[in-house]
């Protein structure tokens, strides 16, 4: 139990070593090579040189790419992947990332996949379509076609055999894997060739709705001659967000058949479910937003614009918003004679009486 109690010593001061070194940001990298130094480094060492991301950190976490220990290798691909999310420049490591391929377990191959996100140049596709081969682990094949979309997001070509493997992975019947196969074919960046469309089409028909969804999203952006019945079609969708996707794509698609099928499908909306309170409400209103975006009321007459008068000028106020009709007042004013205090100039009219200041006021 003493033993135990001194681990846990041990572990909470180096902790709050890491903790302090950190927070020094570029000034501790050398202490936190120096914790990294030890043959049982620490991962949150590791991480926090990944957190700092200079030049030192990054020198380090590339050495600790070839440790023979494979947590240790694990930790510094995580730790790359933080610091490129930050800003760091890391593309360098992609190769040194995919050096242990051949030889890694499952557990090292989802993080090499997982840290191409960030390391991965424009050769990562045709590397990460050996990941998406069936004889891979399937968590390792699901990260494999995210990624691929995450590249295609970062406008990175996607290779033949890349898309070739997500169109055989759209083909399955797993829902989790038909989804991140269709997340990498929706946002794949076009380089030529054809990006699967004809997979996108097959997925409007999937079991989950959000591959519905999102191949939806894939077929506004590639536009393929059958996007527009597919976004007619996604429209009826019994799920509301695959409506909202289908109305969005419609909004994409811009020309003059898809617009007509909007408004046709909201004015059948608003006479139906709105009205009578049946349906849910958000594709409506995104329909609405979709088809008024960008649009600007008519411009109407010019307002008239008055010519001033000859001789009229602006009056000014004084401060407490009287203008000269509180300074015409006021000349009316002059010390009366019998009290020494003021009385009032105006004459007297009927109905009407002095008051203690010799100002007429009206009767009570």
């Known amino acids: 139990m003493r033993a135990a109690a001194d681990a846990a010593g041990r572990?909470?001061?180096?902790?709050?070593?890491?903790?302090?070194a950190e927070?020094?940001?570029?000034?501790?990298?050398?202490a936190l090579v120096e914790l990294t130094a030890t043959p049982a480094s620490s991962a949150a060492a590791i991480r926090?040189?990944?957190?700092?991301?200079?030049a030192v950190a990054l020198a380090r976490l590339g050495e600790l790419l070839a440790s023979p220990d494979e947590a240790?290798?694990?930790?510094?691909?995580?730790?790359?992947d933080v610091a490129g999310a930050l800003g760091s420049e890391v593309a360098g490591f992609e190769d040194a990332l995919w050096q242990r391929w051949p030889q890694a377990s499952p557990r090292e191959r989802l993080a090499i996949v997982i840290g191409t996100r960030r390391l991965g140049g424009p050769a990562a596709s045709a590397r990460l379509?050996?990941?998406?081969?069936?004889?891979?682990?399937?968590?390792?094949?699901?990260?494999?076609a995210i990624v691929l979309g995450i590249l295609g997001r970062r406008e990175l070509p996607l290779s033949d055999a890349a898309r070739d493997g997500l169109v055989a992975l759209a083909g399955e019947s797993e829902p989790?894997?038909?989804?991140?196969a269709v997340y990498g074919l929706a946002h794949a960046h076009a380089a030529g060739h054809d990006a699967g469309e004809a997979a996108l089409l097959r997925a409007t028909a999937a079991a989950d709705p959000d591959a519905r969804a999102l191949a939806l999203k894939g077929l506004a952006r590639r536009k393929p001659p059958e996007a527009l019945a597919a976004m007619r079609a996604g429209l009826g969708d019994p799920d509301?967000?695959?409506?909202?996707?289908?109305?969005?794509?419609?909004?994409?698609?811009?020309?003059?058949a898809a617009t007509a099928a909007l408004w046709d499908w909201l004015r059948a909306e608003l006479a139906g479910d709105i009205v009578d309170g049946t349906g849910p409400g958000h594709p409506v209103l995104e329909a609405m937003s979709v088809l008024t975006a960008g649009k600007t009321a008519p411009a109407g007459p010019p307002r008239p614009t008055r010519a001033p008068r000859p001789g009229w000028r602006r009056r000014g106020r004084r401060r407490g918003g009287?203008?000269?009709?509180?300074?015409?007042?006021?000349?009316?004013w002059r010390p009366g004679p019998a009290s020494g205090g003021r009385r009032c100039a105006a004459p007297r009219r009927p109905g009407r009486r002095q008051s203690l200041t010799g100002c007429p006021s009206r009767q009570a």
């Not at 926090?48 to 200079?54: A, S, T």
């Not at 379509?129 to 494999?144: D, H, I, K, Q």
């Not at 009287?322 to 009316?332: D, N, T």
Request: with cysteine; aromatic share 4%.
């Open 11 to 20: 572990r909470g001061r180096s902790g709050l070593s890491i903790a302090r």
């Open 23 to 30: 927070a020094r940001r570029e000034a501790g990298s050398a």
């Open 240 to 256: 509301p967000w695959v409506r909202v996707a289908a109305v969005r794509g419609l909004g994409e698609l811009g020309d003059a």
């Open 129 to 144: 379509a050996a990941a998406l081969g069936s004889g891979e682990a399937p968590e390792v094949r699901e990260a494999a």
């Open 322 to 332: 009287c203008g000269r009709g509180c300074a015409a007042a006021w000349r009316r």
């Open 72 to 80: 240790v290798r694990v930790a510094a691909m995580q730790a790359l």
């Open 176 to 180: 989790r894997r038909v989804y991140a």
């Open 48 to 54: 926090g040189l990944g957190r700092i991301g200079d």
